[in-house]
């Protein structure tokens, strides 16, 4: 009897070992699949894209990397756009035949892909799918991103406004080629608004610039924004803008040809009107002075 | 001596006639002055250059909401409006695809209006807003500003107008014309009576597509009554165009090209408009406020 | 005196009407101031009603009212023509036709001037366009240069009227009223027929004949310039003023046609307004007929050739459409046979120059109607086209100023002779009819005006 049951223990205890052992294991299986991004490659050659769709899961940290294959025509250079996901990929030419667009596909639907620069295989890099599938993937967190204006940043000279902002990510590394917008807070007519006051794109260093010239003297907010794209969050910054009397200088009037002209000859107009009537006057003496007339000298 | 007396009297008489003709060109003179501009009403704040935009993109005549269009209808009623002289027209015009679209037209406002040119009285002119006045003082009902006017937005009292039973009480103004006045010509004035107490014109506030912005060429911004946006940059990014821009009237009414594509309407939809009530069929703003402003209106 | 009996005939011709009072006259006078009455009857509803009582609404802003004051401003052209141009290149042949013409210009500036005021939405308010006036405005220059042409028109048919009112002072004084007397004598201005008062209205009339030439085309210039500083189809072109200008060249001499033939009838004037006068008269028809002609063809020309705009639409009611009727009929029986009739010899004679000069004047009606109404029926925006009809109203003011027009020359007809005394007399010797057997008492430069017991010189 003892015998037996000596080893029913031992492996129960194996097993428990084993279980636990694995465990980490387990862990580290399912952070590896959190942490695993959909990677593709596509092709950007002379019979379009290859392949011509892809399909991700909404939640999903998706990395396409473009790869330059045209030999037959070294001169070509693309850069890849995503329609309606603001995204942008860098050049890539026979030199640089590689670039990784790296996002977090957030909403369902269907996008396309393009070549955005006039090259000769224009045409055929129209037509790139990219289908976003609703739920599946686990939700991969979108990276935080920083918009900062330095002090120096804002600068006001004579009527025009200069605001330089800077977007990085959570290490502080530049976000390049994305879109940032400005606008700055005003009411009118009693209606309280956000106007937006300019777009650009910003530099491989991260930095957008923003040349403003107020139409109203009193200081201001200006408000800006970046609505997140690829694996970023989006993210505002507020910089206030101090008054200037010089703001809102009017601008040149339009000009009326020959207004001088146009004011003055009427006036000629009149003074005929009113010479002729001085000559009704003297003809209508002349004939009353018939009256004066007396016969013989 | 006969001689002499004839050649003094001579003299004489043409003198009379020289001073005759000094003293009448006094008052003649006052026949050139330029056109009369409007007495400034004290006013504290920015000085204002009005104008307007239409998004095209965004009237789809009221259609939708199975009412009539309620620019009009709130024109009507804010100004009474004699019946069949709407102000404001919304006009159903076809394209070459048959599909049809909306186009609201008022008063443009033009910068080198033909209008204010030919007025033989000065009836009709700027005030310092950019806005065309008519003053029903001064009008002796010729129309020649109706024959110059190229888009058709003047409209005459030709018999005695309905005025609503409180108008003679009205404080008449240039800029709010009521009571409508017989043999007198009338028109959009920009609700320039609204913006001098810093509100929408009846069109832009009664529009419940938020259509209509109204803005200001100085502070270079405008509004919907929702949003607020820097106007140039508005009229540039939308292709905002005017209409008849070869005559050179520079109207300060802008359009931006669309077909009521955001309200869905498409070639399917096929309603039909309805016809703006008048101020008698509707009442006064006082006693039924615009479908968007808060509580009773007040002038 | 000159005792010729020719002469005598002639004084007897021109002075019966002044004279004596036919019956026909005084039903003539009598009908006219019946219509000139329901106009006035008419215009009464208009100033209650508004002008809701005529046919025109907020597309058709203009409608028969300015058509008859372009057309009356056409028609005056007449007198400054005969008068002013033809004596100042002394053409003998405008002797007998001077009087009328000044007093058709007269006459017809003096309609031309109540219509727009007939057309005002306020009236009460005529006087705004004194005092407010705005010189940039057509309208007032309208109003500046038409009492101007009418005063110097007015002055003009005076000048010329004053030896004439002293010779009925003093031959028929004693035949007529007292009044009417008084009026020939306050007429007359003391006139004697001395060197010194002939120099005095010689130098006067000379000064109005340089002037009444400008101030005739300018008044049709700025008559065009209502219609030609606006944007509308039809009306924004750069020739207006010359085609208004030889239009009213052309209506006016065919109202001259149309006068004279009438006198000629009624007062048995033919060996005054003699088949001559018909004749050069056609050939001035002919001609301003074919320069207006020729405006015609340019404007529709250029218009057609471009079809600019709405032009096109015009064009299509004008030629073919609603309005493709009259047009046709005003262009045919308006310019077109006139002219021929009037230039082929075995057609020129007086009756048929008489048909052909009513049938300018309508078919230059018809042209002035069409000028103002069609533009203005064109949709400006996407709406329809504007309809204008007439109303009873403004057809009953249209006929009275048309009998305001034959009253006021009926009146003056019985008041002062139609062909100028004086100025036959000037030219009497001149005259291609050989001279009757009755010898002449005095030699041809003396002209002394016959007295009435007063000193002679």
Known sequence: MNATVRPIRWLSVLALATLFALMPLVGIRLAFAEEQPVKISVKVGESGFEPGTIEVSSGQLVEITFIWDSPNRPNEEHIIVFEGMKLESEKITKDHPQTTVKFVATTPGTFGFKCDIECDLHDALQKGILKVKAGGGTAAALQPSTLSVSPTGVAVKAETVKVSATLTDKEGQPIPRVEVTFYTPKTFLGNEGLVEIGVGKTAPNGQVNLTYRPTTTEARKIVVRFEGGGVYDATETTVDVPGSRLFGLAKAETHVSLQGLRDWAPFGFLGIILSIWAAFAFMLFQAWSVRRVRPGR | MAEKISRRRLIGGIGAATALGVAGAGPLAALALPEEKAAPAAKSGPSRQWAMVIDLRKCEGCVTTEKAPQCVEACNAEHFVPKGQEWIQVFEVEGESGHKHFFPRLCMQCENAPCTKVCPVGATYHNDEGVVLVNHDRCIGCRMCMAACPYGVRRFNWGEPENPAGAALANYSPEFPVPHRKGTVEKCMLCAHRARDGKLPACAAGCPMFALYFGDLNEDIATNGKEVVQLRRFLDENQAYRLKEELGTRPRVWYIPGHGQEYGHTVDLDKEPKTPRSWQEQGSTLNNPHPRSEGSGTK | ?457
């Open chain 3, 1 to 457: 005196m000159n005792a010729d009996a020719s002469w005598q005939q002639f004084e007897d011709r021109v002075l019966a009407p002044v004279t004596t009072t036919s019956r026909t006259w005084l039903l003539l006078v009598v009908a006219l101031l019946v219509l000139t009455a329901g106009g006035f009857v008419a215009y009464g509803v208009q100033v209650y009603r508004g002008l809701a009582a005529t046919g025109m609404g907020d597309t058709v802003i203009w409608g028969v009212y300015i058509s008859n004051f372009v057309f009356f401003s056409g028609v005056s052209m007449a007198g400054t023509f005969i008068s002013a141009i033809l004596r100042l290149t002394g053409a003998e042949w405008r002797r007998p036709l001077t009087r009328f013409s000044e007093l058709t210009t007269v006459a017809a500036l003096s309609m031309c001037a109540i219509m727009p005021a007939v057309d005002m939405g306020r009236p009460d308010r005529l006087w705004h366009l004194i005092v407010y006036g705005r010189l940039e405005s057509p309208l007032v220059w309208d109003i500046m240069v038409i009492p101007t042409y009418l005063t110097a028109s007015l002055i003009y048919l005076y000048l010329f009227l004053i030896p004439d009112a002293a010779y009925l002072r003093d031959r028929i004084g004693d035949q007529v009223s007292k009044p009417r007397r008084k009026l020939y004598s306050f007429l007359a201005m003391g006139w004697q027929g001395l060197p010194e008062q002939h120099r005095k209205i010689q130098v006067a009339g000379t000064v109005m004949m340089f002037m009444i030439i400008p101030i005739g085309v300018a008044t049709h210039s700025v008559v065009s310039w209502i219609f030609g500083m606006t944007y509308r189809s039809g009306w924004n072109s750069t020739i207006f003023a010359p085609y208004f200008a030889v239009g009213a060249l052309y209506s006016g001499t065919a109202m001259l046609i149309t006068l004279m033939y009438i006198f000629r009838r009624v007062y048995h004037l033919e060996e005054y307004l003699t088949a001559r006068h018909f004749r050069y008269l056609a050939t001035l028809l002919v001609a301003f007929g074919v320069l207006y002609l020729y405006f015609t063809f340019a404007e529709y020309l250029t218009v057609t050739y471009k079809l600019q705009g709405g032009d096109d639409k015009l064009l299509d009611e004008l030629f073919v459409g609603r309005y493709a009727a009259l047009v046709w009929i005003g262009f045919v029986g308006g310019q077109v046979l006139p002219i021929v009739l009037a230039a082929l010899p075995w057609t020129r004679t007086i009756p048929i120059l008489f048909a052909v000069s009513i049938l300018v004047n309508v078919g230059m009606w018809i042209k002035r109607f069409m000028i103002v109404v069609p533009s203005l029926s064109l949709p400006l925006m996407p709406y329809g086209w504007g309809v204008y009809t007439p109303t009873w109203v403004e057809i009953l003011i249209t006929i009275a100023s048309f009998a305001g027009f034959a009253l006021i020359i009926a009146i003056f007809v019985k008041l002062f002779p139609i062909i100028s005394i004086s100025e036959m007399e000037e030219g009497w010797d001149h005259r291609e009819t050989p001279p009757t057997a009755a010898a002449r008492v005095q030699p041809p430069q003396v002209q002394p005006e016959p007295q009435l017991g007063g000193a002679t010189s």
